[in-house]
C-alpha cells in the first residue's frame, strides 16, 4: 500500500460543485488501496478578500493577527471537503497545520517549516481514514498560527510528503502541467514532460506560477517525487525528479514584477552598501543584481519584486531619505534548460532577435541552466512569441 500527497490549489475548490470533482478524484485514488493524504488550499479568491478586508481596518495589520485570520480559508476548505466526503461513504478527517504537527519558525507570514510530528497523520491513516490537512501553516515555538506565504500550500504538501516519506506528490490545479512558456500570452506553448528539480526552482524563481519555489528546494533536499497535473482532466502532467538530462531550452519565462532601483548619495565609503542591505533585509525586502556603478561616489543599481515597492518607499522616507533616488518598471526573460550555459547557438539566437526587435538590455545573466537577460523595458508577446518559436523545439 503507497502513501500519496494530494494538493488542490484554490481554482479546484472554489466552490461545492468543484469541491465533489475533487472528492471523487480523491475517491480514485483511495479505491487504488492507496493511504492518501489530501492537502488543500483556501477557495478561490478567500485569501485575497481577506487581505482587503483587514486594510480596511489597518493600513499595515499586525502580522501575528493576519496569520491567523488568513489561516482561516485553509480551514474552510479541509472541514467542506472532509464533511463531503463522509457524506459520500468514505472516512475522513481534516487537521488544521498545527493538529497535523507542522512546527515552523517565528516569521509570521514567511514562515519555514522546520519539522513535522507525523504521529497524528500516521494514527488516522491507520484507522484507514483520508487526511485533510490544511495547507499554507503551522505552529511556531510560541504556539502561534503561522503561514507560509503566497502559494505556501505546496510547500505544506512536499514538507508532508517528505516526512510521510510518501511515494508521489501531486500537485492538482487548473493547469495540467508545466508548458514552455506562458500558454495565456503563446498559444503554441507546449507541455513538458519532465523537468529537474533545479529546472524547475530556475522556473519558479523567475516568476512562473506553478509550484512555489520553497517546496521545489524540499522536494530537491528530500528527493520526493512530484506531479502537476489538473484536476479537472485526466492527462499526463509534468514529473519533476532528480534526474538531469542535457537537453535544449526547455521554457521561457517573463517576469514583469521587478522595479530597478537606483540610489545615489555625493559621497562614499565601503560600509554604506553593507548598511543599505542590512536595512533591506531588516524590512523583508530582497535586493538582487546590485551593481555599485562608481568608484568615487555612492551610485548603486539593484532591482527588487514589485510586491516589495511600498515598503521601499517607506524606507525612503524614513531611513533612505538622504538619496536621490529612481526606480523603473523593467522585465526579465529567462530561459530555463539544464545545460544552456554551453548552449552558444541559443544565446546568440536570443540576443540576435532582442537586437531585432532594439531591445535595451541592462544585464546578462548566465547559469548552467538558464540564461536571464534584464531589460530597460517590458516586453511584449510578440517579442516572447518569436523566442519561443526559435529556440523551444
Known amino acids: 500500500m503507497e502513501t500519496i500527497v494530494l494538493k488542490f490549489g484554490g481554482s479546484s475548490v472554489a466552490d461545492n460543485i468543484k469541491l465533489n470533482i ?6 480514485d485514488f483511495y479505491n487504488q488501496n492507496n493511504k492518501v493524504i489530501v492537502v488543500v488550499s483556501a ?3 478567500t485569501t485575497d478578500n481577506l487581505i482587503k478586508e483587514a486594510k480596511e481596518l489597518s493600513y499595515e ?19 467542506k471537503l472532509a464533511i463531503l466526503l463522509n457524506r459520500l461513504g468514505y472516512k475522513a478527517v481534516s487537521l488544521t497545520g498545527w493538529q497535523a504537527g507542522i512546527y515552523t519558525s517565528d516569521t509570521y507570514q514567511e514562515a519555514k ?53 510518501a511515494d508521489h506528490c501531486y500537485i492538482f490545479s487548473d ?3 508545466v508548458y514552455s512558456t506562458d500558454p ?18 530556475d522556473l519558479s524563481n523567475e516568476g512562473a506560477k506553478v509550484l512555489h519555489n520553497r517546496c521545489v528546494e524540499i522536494a530537491q533536499k528530500y528527493d520526493v517525487l512530484i506531479e502537476t497535473g489538473s484536476t479537472f482532466n485526466n492527462n499526463v502532467g509534468t514529473l519533476i525528479n532528480s534526474k538531469i538530462e542535457e537537453s535544449s531550452v526547455k521554457s521561457i519565462v517573463e517576469n514583469d514584477n ?22 533591506l533585509m531588516e524590512n523583508e525586502i530582497i535586493a538582487t543584481n546590485v551593481i555599485n556603478n562608481s568608484a568615487s561616489s555612492f551610485n548603486i543599481s539593484f532591482t527588487i519584486k514589485a510586491s516589495d515597492l511600498g515598503k521601499f518607499q517607506e524606507l525612503l522616507i524614513n531611513k533612505l531619505s538622504k538619496y536621490n533616488s529612481t526606480f523603473t518598471n523593467i ?12 548552449n552558444t547557438k541559443a544565446i546568440k539566437k536570443t540576443l540576435e532577435i532582442l537586437k531585432i526587435n532594439a531591445i535595451d538590455i541592462f544585464s546578462i545573466q548566465l547559469e548552467e541552466c538558464k540564461l536571464s537577460i534584464m531589460t530597460k523595458e517590458k516586453v511584449n508577446c510578440k517579442i516572447l512569441e518569436q523566442l519561443h518559436n526559435e529556440l523551444i523545439k
Open 43 to 45: 477557495q478561490g479568491k
Open 331 to 342: 522585465s526579465r526573460i529567462s530561459l530555463v534548460g539544464y545545460g544552456i550555459m554551453n
Open 258 to 279: 521587478l522595479f530597478l532601483i537606483t540610489l545615489k548619495y555625493d559621497s562614499y565609503n565601503p560600509d554604506m552598501l553593507n548598511k543599505l542591505y542590512f536595512i
Open 184 to 201: 495565456n500570452k503563446i498559444t503554441d506553448a507546449k507541455k513538458i514532460e519532465e523537468l529537474s528539480y533545479t529546472e524547475m526552482l
Open 61 to 79: 495589520p499586525n502580522k501575528r493577527e493576519m496569520d491567523v485570520l488568513l489561516s482561516t480559508g485553509e480551514q474552510i476548505s479541509m472541514s
Open 22 to 27: 475533487v472528492a471523487n478524484k480523491i475517491i
Open 175 to 177: 493547469v495540467d502541467g
Open 113 to 165: 517549516v522546520e519539522y513535522i510530528n507525523t504521529e497524528r497523520i500516521k494514527k488516522e491513516l491507520d484507522a484507514n481514514n483520508i487526511v485533510i490537512i490544511a495547507g499554507f501553516q503551522g505552529i511556531n515555538d510560541k504556539k502561534d498560527i503561522t503561514t507560509f506565504g503566497r502559494g505556501g500550500s505546496d510547500t505544506s504538501a512536499v514538507a508532508i510528503a517528505a516526512a510521510m516519506e
